[in-house]
């Protein structure tokens, strides 16, 4: 009972913060469709945004983590606090060396970067915004690298507030380098957004060095490639990036395929708009639950107690599904209400709504697959076993290139712009549910009857709820054309709507992630039993 509370109080107070996060990040991303909309310039800036914003992701969705934190806590368990401390400090200098050249090359061949990304075919001469642009942004990686190591140690440590919390900061620079008291000091209002990231970035790694410095490290300088530490964590690194961060890397196979010459301008901005609008509905609640998790899974494994770490998984599964899939049939549903709300303004017009709201329907589709992909790669990894999660991705990825291409030659005018949203979610799917079975095959039973039963009542009420969800927006197409206040008092109103109804529908079916959340924090036995007997 005592791990899973703790995963729940974790994961808790990293919703939290992330919550705060999403909000801000719409607010964020508000600022820079209403000053970019979905031009030439848009696009721009978000290619030249992609790569850094990957490995943000990466890190933010627990990839980094998945990497570092086993090995860390192998030492923090078997050696003394001077040889712990003596690994964090050369792994440290000697990331922060190998990220140093690759910021430089990345700076030097910014046309070769970006160039990548985009379709042979598209000779578009704005994209010497785009290399311009990147050129700006590219050194955040340094920057976003060193964070994500201060990132690791401290959850190793529990600790989660302050790491989660980095990416409020970042928001918050950005927004302020959006505003008319900056922009116009730059040539223009992407390359103010530019600097802003790059800003952000230097001040997320700054704000941990208290923190790291209060827990012991010291950042004494000292590189070394054969350090038995720091050899362990990159002989797994690549795979581990590859096995969990599948989704991520599949959003660059959105970006190169919504780059064709078929599809309409906006498309990229509108891809990414909708990805963001599909983490700001989710709340990160999956990722702060995989985030808490990943600890105690490797602490759960260090001392070969692999009936808890199945139990660990099997809870995490549950909750998270009772979150993800009322979240994407909510997003499916009320996909146009939600753009229109949140981002039609300024130079994001209602053509830039339409365009957006096909790819969040489809992205919505892999919703609770792409949390749960983030709950099952680390279980693997835990076990040692980093060669299936590698496997299953590869197979993954050539899955989202090939639907790609089938989606964008063949069914074009049905799927348009949104064809390389529903390919990802496919593909994550299909991620997911391999994973799930080998693993369920190579160790043994992880309660499948239990989720299974979870997931049927869980998708019951979801879609009851979608059902009101479609009546209601029906009935509150008259606020089209009301005052702004009128339409964003509506939209509450639904949204808590439909989460009161989806909640009394989860009681009334008598689903037991509502009992479960509610008797461990009430510190009722019964929940207790119920868990381990998950």
């Not at 290139?401 to 390919?423: H, M, S, T, W, Y």
Request: charged residues 10%; proline residues 4%; contains cysteine.
């Amino acid at each position: 009972m005592s791990e899973k509370k703790q995963i729940l109080k974790s994961a808790s107070i990293i919703s939290l913060v992330t919550f705060a996060s999403r909000i801000l990040g719409y607010v964020r991303d508000q600022r820079i469709t209403l000053l970019l909309g979905t031009t030439l310039s848009a696009d721009s800036f978000v290619l030249a945004y992609r790569i850094p914003n990957l490995f943000r992701r990466l890190i933010g969705d627990g990839t980094f983590s998945a990497t570092f934190i086993p090995v860390f806590t192998t030492y923090m368990r078997d050696r003394t606090t001077d040889e712990l401390w003596q690994f964090a400090n050369r792994f440290f200098w000697t990331v922060a060396l190998v990220l140093a050249v690759v910021v430089l090359f990345g700076v030097i061949f910014s046309p070769h970067v970006i160039h990548t990304f985009t379709s042979p075919q598209d000779k578009v001469e704005g994209w010497d915004e785009a290399i311009a642009l990147n050129r700006i942004i590219f050194p955040y990686l340094f920057f976003l690298g060193l964070a994500a190591i201060g990132i690791g140690i401290l959850n190793s440590f529990h600790y989660f507030a302050l790491p989660s919390a980095t990416s409020v900061l970042l928001n918050v620079v950005i927004i302020i380098f959006s505003t008319a008291a900056v922009w116009p000091y730059f040539r223009t209002p992407a390359t103010s957004l530019a600097v802003g990231v790059l800003v952000g970035g230097a001040l997320q790694f700054l704000m941990l060095v208290p923190q790291l410095v209060r827990r012991g490290m010291r950042f004494d300088f000292g590189l070394s490639f054969t350090h038995p530490g720091i050899r362990d964590v990159a002989r797994v690194l690549f795979p581990r990036f590859f096995g969990l961060g599948i989704s991520q890397i599949n959003f660059f196979v959105d970006t190169y395929f919504a780059n064709s010459v078929l599809m309409p301008r906006g498309s990229l901005t509108a891809l990414y708009v909708a990805d963001r609008v599909m983490e700001l509905m989710l709340g990160g609640y999956a990722i702060a639950v995989a985030t808490a998790i990943l600890p105690i899974m490797s602490h759960q494994a260090a001392a070969n107690n692999y009936e808890g770490l199945k139990k660990t998984l099997t809870f995490a599964v549950r909750i998270v599904a009772y979150i993800t899939v009322p979240a994407a049939i909510g997003l499916m549903t009320l996909r146009e209400p939600i753009i229109r709300m949140l981002f039609q303004h300024g130079q994001f017009v209602a053509e830039s709504t339409r365009l957006t709201a096909r790819p969040l329907l489809y992205y919505a589709i892999g919703l609770p697959a792409l949390a749960c992909v983030k709950l099952i790669v680390p279980a693997f990894y835990s076990a040692n076993d980093t060669k299936t999660p590698v496997i299953v991705a590869l197979i993954s990825f050539f899955l989202n290139i090939f639907l790609n291409i089938v989606f964008l030659q063949f069914f074009f005018k049905r799927f348009q712009n949104g064809g390389p949203a529903l390919a990802t979610a496919l593909a994550t799917l299909f991620d997911f549910l391999i994973l799930f079975a080998v693993f369920r095959l190579r160790y043994g039973p992880l309660g499948s009857l239990a989720i299974l039963r979870s997931i049927g009542k869980i998708s019951v009420c979801s879609l009851i709820m979608g059902a009101g969800c479609l009546v209601a927006n029906h009935y509150a197409n008259y606020t089209l054309n009301s005052a702004f206040f009128i339409q964003l008092v509506v939209f509450i109103a639904m949204i808590l709507g439909a989460t009161l109804v989806y909640i009394g529908l989860t009681w009334l079916f008598k689903c037991p992630e509502i009992e479960e959340v509610y008797g461990i924090a009430m510190r009722r036995p019964g929940a207790a039993e119920g868990l381990a007997g998950s």
